[in-house]
């Protein structure tokens, strides 16, 4: 009896443990020289993939990640996926020799005209190729000429903007099997994060999945073309900001009622937003918090399970709101939401990233 309860132990710690969440990191350039809001430094990257190799965190393959949560295919628990945006050259210099020390997976998203072109500051294609037959690295699309997609969509979805944007897919996907031998590209990630419901449709009808830059974990009632990344800098980089992101949990909002997430001028600006929160006993319902980009605490009244919450004024580009409540089983542990609306003034400005 011994032996076979022995036996049925050994099956149980050789299954991969499941989770039903996971997040997706992201980066930029690897670099202490390029523009701070998108780069992290060679020191802080390799600190932060030392502090997940040693605190138990599994870092897969993204399509690995999100087939296991939108498909519920076997994974480990603890998973994280690592994403670059741009292709930047750093990535193969500086970011490629530390991952691939570790083994660690990755994914590319390719803006595909700046390759073509050769730029200085982007991979070449046969830099690409060489992180193709590492074995590591996966690719996704990421536009062709990293445009911002939603111009021309601001006042209502036309043929010529449709048309548009299916070539800045299309193209890019195009590209990217033809160059680097790919079977079939999965993923897109938006460029600047800018999406919007119309091109929401574009990428689900591509059965593409789409990358954002949210902060917030991956889980079941994600939008497979809205996937939160916690974008990673050098002024966002610390281990502790690190921690806080590799413990966070899909904070499982429902019933949304906002405005559009593409505003065509600041007299459309919502001024509330409002959604539903299940009574999960995995976090503290009673104790969420939302804030604005810049860390502001946002006034939230609650009837029930409906929560609303009064937004601050827009601003020309994106605007996003974070939710967030602790966890109960975990101190330092957050569930976390995060929702973002794209607004273009009466003038036609954006900001650029």
Known sequence: MKHGMLAALCILLAMPVLAHHGVVLLYHHVDDNTPVSTSISPAQFKDQLDYI?????????????????????????????????????SVYHTAFPELSARGMPFTVFVATQAVERGHEATMSWQQLRELKASGLASFGAHSQTHGHLLRGSENGITDAWIERVSVEIDESIADLTRELGLDRVQTFAYPYGEYSQGLEELVAARGLYGLAQLSGGVGEGTPATAIPRFPMSRTQGSLERLALALDTRPL??????GAPTLINDSGHAPKVFSFSLSADPAYHRDRLGC???????????????????????????????????????RAGEFFWYSQQWVLADAAGSWLAR
Do not use: H, M, W
């Open 53 to 89: 190799e040693e605190n138990g965190f599994v870092v897969v393959p993204l399509l690995e990640l999100l087939k296991g949560v939108f498909e519920g295919r076997e994974r480990a628990a603890e998973a994280v996926a690592i994403t670059f945006d741009d292709a930047y050259e």
């Open 252 to 257: 499982p909002v429902t019933r949304l009622d």
């Open 291 to 329: 804030f604005s980009a810049s860390g502001e605490s946002l006034t939230l009244a609650r009837e029930g399970d409906r929560f609303t919450v009064r937004l601050p004024a827009f601003q020309p580009g994106r605007n996003k709101v974070n939710c967030t409540a602790p966890s109960v089983e």
